[in-house]
């Protein structure tokens, strides 16, 4: 009888079966009567010890050869595994290591290296793990929502709003229109989306409070884009946020719940994983100094709380950072000075000038000049997740909205693309909702100890480049 198995399943599996299995040469021991192969088929961090006669050993097997065996499965005679496969046929599917193959046998090479070739890290042991904790999260992001009895929606790519309002939003073009319109520079952009302009979303967080008013509990998780012209190690041009919205939340109290929210989100999203994955995610802790550390007295305390105006004063007796004047947004260095400071563990930082927020950010009743707004900040990274309460009193959002060119829209026709979001607060039954969003490639940077936000995502795209 065969089956195929995959890795990971093998350990359930019973002894002394015939199965097949197919993976990647990740080890090759030769010896006189015997040969050992260590193989790796990405569904797990350990790999099978394969056991063959040295006169079955194929010439082509090298590191990195495809190969598909069939054999019995018996207890391992290696310490740290369960299983072997006492092989009976090998088959090589394609022989490793040709030409420019980048990278070595039994090596390990630094990230900045492999991410110059995305199409091939995958088949490297490191990048291969962040992958496996990757999936396990988004996972474990679903099941949180799950327990919590929220309802996953799907919110457009296609949008004609900047929700963030901050102008880093790329435009679609037309395939078709753009020939159409050749030699006319107006007429392009115009006919960008059948004649209106459009965008790529930077948040769904407008379409879910939409439909949190019909289904109180939702979340969305989404590719987002932003037109930022940022090298740094923790912008990316193309992102995944998962973005929670509920309803009912009001002042102060509705703040506290979404507090709790955030971090009860963080705190069941990483528990999960590192159940999950653990050998992954032990394999990464290994090449982060401290990452270890740090994700514990995250999962054990409970998060930082401090105000903006507390920060302030926590950040003028910082020595070597440039001084923040009141009114004036945070650079990564406040935020890693302040998760620091306040007990090397994430913070939630609140009550934020409603200036440097978004429009739709809810006032505090006790302060008009403050945002019901959070951040969540962690050590050795900075911003993973923003959030707040959103203003409910239409005329006062009325108030806030962004000119039409600030959410560049010039159509006239389209002046009024967020009225249906007035809507919401204009037509009865309207109430007010709170959120957050937190990017997924920073908390794993986080939970990882991932230098650069390009490492978080197979094929990752940032200022200038979007290779393959
Ligand atoms: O703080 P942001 O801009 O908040 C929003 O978009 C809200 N509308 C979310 C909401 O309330 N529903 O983005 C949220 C998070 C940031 O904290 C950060 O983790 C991540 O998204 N993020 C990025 N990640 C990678 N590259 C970028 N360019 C990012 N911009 C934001
Ligand atoms: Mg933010």
Redesign the pocket.
């Known amino acids: 009888r065969q089956v195929r198995r995959v890795v990971a399943l093998l350990r359930d599996q019973p002894l002394h079966q015939t199965v097949t299995v197919n993976g990647w040469v990740k080890g090759m021991r030769r010896h006189k009567e015997r040969t050992f192969l260590d193989i790796d088929d990405g569904s797990c961090y350990k790999k099978l010890q394969m056991v063959l006669k040295s006169d079955q050993r194929p010439a082509t097997l090298g590191y990195h050869s495809a190969v598909s065996a069939t054999g019995i499965l018996q207890p391992s005679t290696h310490p740290s595994q369960e299983v072997e496969l006492l092989v009976q046929q090998i088959q090589v599917v394609d022989v490793g290591m040709q030409g420019d193959y980048p990278f070595k046998a039994r090596q390990t090479h630094p990230p900045d290296y492999t991410r110059r070739f995305p199409h091939l890290r995958p088949r490297t042991n490191s990048f291969a793990s962040l992958l496996r904790v990757r999936s396990q999260m988004k996972a474990a992001i679903q099941h949180y929502f799950e327990r919590e009895g929220f309802i996953n929606v799907d919110t457009p790519i296609l949008t004609t709003n900047d929700?963030?309002g901050g102008g880093e939003v790329f435009m679609v073009q037309h395939l078709m229109a753009q020939q159409q319109s050749k030699g006319s520079s107006e007429g392009k952009a115009q006919n960008s989306y059948f004649k209106q302009p459009a965008y790529l979303t930077?948040?769904?967080?407008l379409h879910?409070e939409a439909v949190a008013n019909g289904l109180s509990k939702v979340y969305n998780f989404s590719p987002?884009f932003?037109s930022?012209n940022?090298q740094t190690r923790?912008?990316?041009?193309e992102?995944w946020?998962v973005?929670?919205?509920e309803a009912f939340l009001v002042g102060r109290e509705g703040m506290e719940a979404l507090l709790g929210r955030l971090e009860g989100l963080v705190k069941e999203v990483m528990t999960e994983v590192l159940e999950v994955t653990s050998e992954d995610v032990q394999a990464h802790w290994q090449r982060s100094q401290g990452t270890e550390e740090a994700v514990r007295r995250a999962l054990d305390k409970p998060f930082s709380r401090v105000s903006y105006a507390e920060a302030l004063d926590i950040l003028s007796g910082a020595p070597d950072l440039p001084p923040v004047s009141p009114g004036q947004d945070l650079a990564r260095e406040h935020e890693l000075y302040l998760t620091n400071s306040l007990g090397h563990r994430p913070v939630l930082l609140t009550d934020w000038p409603l200036t440097i927020k978004?429009f739709y950010m809810s006032a505090c009743e006790d302060d008009s000049s403050l945002a019901l707004a959070v951040?969540?900040l962690v050590p050795g990274v900075g911003?993973?997740?923003?959030?707040?309460l959103r203003e409910h009193h239409l005329p006062t959002l009325q108030g806030r909205l962004p000119p039409p060119q600030h959410h560049h829209n010039n159509n006239s026709d389209n002046n009024n693309s967020l009225q249906w979001y007035l809507d919401l607060r204009a037509l009865g039954g309207g109430v007010p909702t709170g959120?957050?969003?937190?990017?997924v490639?920073?908390l794993l940077q986080f939970l990882l100890g991932i230098h650069n936000?390009k490492d978080t995502l197979p094929f990752p795209r940032w200022a200038h480049h979007c290779p393959c």
């Open positions: 929700c963030e930077v948040s769904g967080q879910l987002a932003r930022e940022s923790r912008h990316l041009a992102f946020m973005e929670a919205e978004p951040d969540l911003e993973v997740a923003g959030g707040g959120g957050f969003g937190v990017g490639e920073r936000i």
